[in-house]
């Protein structure tokens, strides 16, 4: 069995796994922000840095996350019940 080097049945959906991971991780962290889950405010210049081996100037950046509380409570709640009949085996289905 001699293996196709331009079969891309496994190599093209790598590809498309890491577009849906990162797609869904901006959609995570623009709900979070929308949500006000987080504010950043950034203060100083805001351009990109020169092209030199020195870089360039970094913003001061500021993040504040949201306070989230995780916790447990006691509650009783009504559970429905189901009571299925199975049908008698008269022979009926085979006709």
């Known amino acids: 069995m001699n293996a196709n080097p331009h079969d891309s049945s496994t190599s093209g959906n790598t590809g498309r796994v890491v577009a849906i991971i990162l797609?869904?991780?901006?959609?995570?962290?623009?709900?979070?922000?929308a949500l006000g889950l987080?504010?950043?405010?950034a203060s100083g210049k805001l351009q990109a840095p020169d092209v030199?081996?020195?870089?360039?100037?970094?913003?001061?950046?500021?993040?504040?996350?949201?306070?989230?509380?995780?916790?447990?409570?006691?509650?009783?709640?009504?559970?429905?019940t189901v009571d299925i009949d199975k049908p008698g085996d008269d022979g009926s289905a085979n006709r």
């Open 52 to 80: 030199k081996i020195e870089g360039g100037e970094v913003p001061d950046v500021q993040v504040e996350t949201a306070d989230v509380s995780v916790g447990t409570e006691t509650a009783t709640i009504e559970v429905p």
């Open 23 to 33: 797609v869904a991780a901006v959609a995570v962290l623009a709900l979070a922000w």
């Open 38 to 41: 987080f504010n950043v405010d």
